[in-house]
């Protein structure tokens, strides 16, 4: 199973890898690993009345089975006049595969040049035009069928885009085409969202198990309709050709570099042993004795008077 899808709406990073896709639609919805299988062959079943626009089939993704399923192509009533169907395309950058939304507007803008047949070669459309309020049919692309519709013509096309049946865009083996400055200009322009028919349509697909690519093998057993979510009856068809299936794209994640946290350093901290000083011991110094002096003894010596000499 591939568990790795996700969802998201016009999310910044994928708008800045892939500039060609997310200016030409109207927003990024889901993007998955695997490339969706091959357009199928089928027939387009008659219009059902004037004022319906032929939506070419697509592969859808479904969340539950991480798988695709078929939503046929079918006849929708046009919700104003003077608008024409976008149809959405998927696209990838080398890796996810990325599916791009249609719209409603009154110019055809790019959907991935992808060949969905029935006036949807790759660029613009050629199965129709809208001149004074009416809807003007082109019988080379458009089975108008035992429908009485006066407002037709016939115009060869030519298709210019040898694609095959690859029902994306860009990548390994997709459709190598960009959008022009016209279908930037168209993308920018007032848009309206999938009628509430064309939604219970592919709510319809998503719950029919036989639709899955894993049940029908690129071969559904309903490729196109008369009117939206009407799966039995007049007007079913069947595919002719199954689409090849494509294998997951493998996206291998890099080894985890192990950080290995260096071996911590050990600091043996040698203790410094402080021995405390000798005490330093202080002797009195010896008192000094103070001896006093001996007293002098003053002896007086006896003056002896000798008598004077008599003179002659």
């Known amino acids: 199973m591939f568990n790795n899808w996700r969802r998201s709406v016009l999310p910044a990073l994928l708008l800045l890898a892939l500039p060609v896709m997310s200016m030409a639609q109207v927003g990024i919805t889901i993007s998955v690993n695997v490339a969706p299988p091959e357009l199928p062959v089928y027939e387009q079943p008659p219009i059902p009345a004037e004022g319906y626009l032929w939506t070419p089939g697509y592969w859808a993704w479904i969340d539950d089975e991480q798988g695709y399923y078929w939503v046929p192509g079918t006849w929708v009533l046009v919700p104003q006049p003077g608008f024409l169907w976008t149809p959405g395309y998927w696209s990838s950058d080398g890796g996810a595969f990325v599916w791009n939304e249609g719209y409603w507007g009154t110019q055809i803008g790019f959907y991935g040049g992808v060949n969905y047949g029935y006036g949807y070669g790759g660029r613009g459309?050629?199965?129709?035009?809208?001149q004074d309020g009416r809807l003007f049919y082109n019988t080379s692309v458009v089975n108008v069928g035992a429908t009485n519709i006066t407002n037709v013509y016939n115009k060869t096309v030519v298709n210019n885009i040898a694609v095959g049946r690859v029902s994306y865009n860009g990548g390994s083996g997709g459709v190598q085409a960009q959008a022009t400055?016209?279908?930037?200009a168209a993308a920018r322009a007032k848009h309206l969202p999938p009628t509430a028919a064309q939604q219970q349509h592919v709510q319809l697909a998503r719950s029919n198990p036989a639709l899955r690519a894993s049940a029908n093998h690129g071969n559904p057993p309903i490729a196109a309709t008369a009117k939206a979510a009407v799966f039995s009856g007049a007007g079913v068809v069947a595919a002719k050709g199954g689409?090849?299936?494509?294998?997951?794209v493998e996206h291998k994640a890099a080894a985890p570099v192990?950080?290995?946290a260096a071996?911590?350093?050990e600091h043996k901290a040698e203790p410094v042993e402080h021995k405390p000083a000798a005490p330093v011991e202080h002797k009195a110094a010896a008192p000094v004795e103070h001896k006093a002096a001996a007293p002098i003894e003053h002896k007086a010596e006896p003056v002896e008077h000798k008598p004077e000499a008599e003179h002659p």
């Open 263 to 265: 071996a911590p350093v």
């Open 181 to 184: 400055a016209g279908e930037l």
């Open 243 to 248: 689409g090849k299936l494509s294998a997951p």
């Open 258 to 260: 192990e950080h290995k």
């Open 125 to 130: 459309f050629e199965g129709g035009y809208w």
